[in-house]
C-alpha cells in the first residue's frame, strides 16, 4: 500500500513538472491586465489546501471571494479564453 501511494505521489508530480514547463512560454501572457492584441489565458487551478492558524481561518474566504471576482471580470475580456 506505501509503495503505491508513494507510485502516485511520484507520478503527481511528474504530471506537475511536465504542466510547469508548458508554463514558461505562457506566463508572459497570464496576466490580469491587456496584452496589445493578444488573447488572454485563464488558468483555474484548484484549491489547495493548508494548515491555516485558526485566528486566520475567518478572513480566507474574503479572499477567495475577491480572486474569484477578479477572475470574473477578467472573463469578460472577450479576448480571454
Known sequence: MA???LDSQVD??????ELQS???EQWQYLTTRSVGDRER???VVNSVNVRVPDHMAPVIPAYEERFLFLMLTAVRN???R
Open 12 to 17: 503527481s508530480l511528474t504530471r506537475f513538472r
Open 41 to 43: 489565458t485563464l488558468l
Open 78 to 80: 472577450p479576448r480571454t
Open 3 to 5: 509503495a503505491q501511494l
Open 22 to 24: 508548458t508554463l514558461v
